[in-house]
Each structure stands twice: as structure tokens, then as C-alpha cells.
């Protein structure tokens, strides 16, 4: 079994709700997660799954004009970047993207490609396509903690289409 990447189709919205939550699970809010794949294929709505998992009770929105939607729920702290509007990679320093990036920070980033090749090493990068009704999601670590999230979501995701 490989444990760095993995896979898992998402039949509809709900699906990727859950496939969020199951990844919060994982995570315990921290780390460095990018969300790539085009418009309308769910980016958002996994990252809503994930904070309503956290514990977020309130509208998940798209960061899509204010670039970043920062959350804090409870003790935890998460960044939640849609960088589609970043114009050039140095615009980043006023975001302080950087300065959010710690051991006690989630930080989630739709369009990280907008950002290279100043973006810090991502622990876990997915990517989301349609296909037929649904997405496809497939999932790769770069970091030894990406490892271990990439791991646990392998279990948990044989769980969800199970
Ligand atoms: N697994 C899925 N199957 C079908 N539709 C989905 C799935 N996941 C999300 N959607 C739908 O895709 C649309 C766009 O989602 P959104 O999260 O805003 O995309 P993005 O952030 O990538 O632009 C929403 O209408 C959502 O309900
Ligand atoms: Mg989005």
C-alpha cells in the first residue's frame, strides 16, 4: 500500500463534505494543504466540510476577493487562501501567508499555483477534477508529516465509499 498518495471519487457534494471532515480528522488542525483542480470542481466546498468539522458553526465563504478568510475556532487557528486573483506571487507578502504558516496553524490554499514558486512546501497537496457526476480526487505528501496525513486518509477514505 502507498501511503504517500492516494485517490477517491466523490459521487456528489455531499461526498466531498465528508471526505473535508474526514480530513480535519486527520489533520488536527495543522499543516499546510493546497487544493488545486479548475473552477466549480469543490475546492471550497471540501474546505467547508473540513472547518464545519473543526467546529466552525458559521458560513464557510469563498475567499475568492478577499484572498484569505482567517477562522478561529476554539484554540485552533485557520487560513483559508483562494488565490485565483493573485496577480503576481509577491503580493503574498501582504497577505503574510508566510507569517500564517506554524505549528498551530491550518492553513488551506485553493490556487497555490498562483503563488509559486514562493509558496512554502505544502505537507499535502490534492487535486479535484470532474468527472462524470462526480470529482475525482487524488491526494500526494511532501512532507513526513504530509506522510502520516496522507496515511491516515487512505483508512479513512475507504471508509467514506465503503
Ligand atoms: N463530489 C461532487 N460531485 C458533484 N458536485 C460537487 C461535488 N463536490 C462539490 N460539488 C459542487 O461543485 C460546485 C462548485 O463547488 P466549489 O466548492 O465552489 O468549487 P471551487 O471552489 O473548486 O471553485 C458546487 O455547486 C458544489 O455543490
Ligand atoms: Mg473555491
Keep these: 500500500m502507498t501511503i504517500d498518495a492516494g485517490t477517491c471519487f466523490l459521487t456528489d457534494e455531499k461526498a466531498t463534505l465528508a471526505f473535508g471532515a474526514a480530513l480535519a ?3 488536527g488542525g495543522r499543516g499546510l494543504l493546497t487544493l488545486r483542480g479548475n473552477l ?3 475546492k471550497t466546498t471540501l474546505c467547508r466540510g473540513l472547518l464545519r468539522a473543526l467546529g466552525h458553526t458559521g458560513p464557510v465563504k469563498s475567499p475568492t476577493y478577499t484572498l ?3 477562522y478561529e475556532i476554539g484554540e485552533l487557528r485557520v487560513f483559508h487562501y483562494d488565490l485565483y486573483r493573485l496577480n503576481d506571487p509577491a503580493e503574498l ?3 503574510g501567508l508566510r507569517d500564517f504558516i506554524d505549528d498551530f496553524t491550518l492553513t488551506l490554499i485553493e490556487w497555490p499555483e498562483k503563488a509559486y514558486p514562493l509558496l512554502p512546501l505544502a505537507d499535502l497537496e490534492l487535486n479535484l477534477q470532474v468527472s462524470l457526476e462526480g470529482r475525482q480526487l ?3 505528501a511532501l512532507t513526513p508529516y504530509g506522510n502520516i496525513l496522507s496515511a491516515a486518509l487512505t483508512l479513512l477514505a475507504e471508509q467514506l465509499v465503503a
Design 25 to 27: 480528522r486527520c489533520t
Design 40 to 42: 466549480g470542481c469543490g
Design 68 to 70: 484569505v478568510e482567517p
Design 93 to 95: 507578502e501582504y497577505l
Design 138 to 140: 487524488s491526494w500526494h
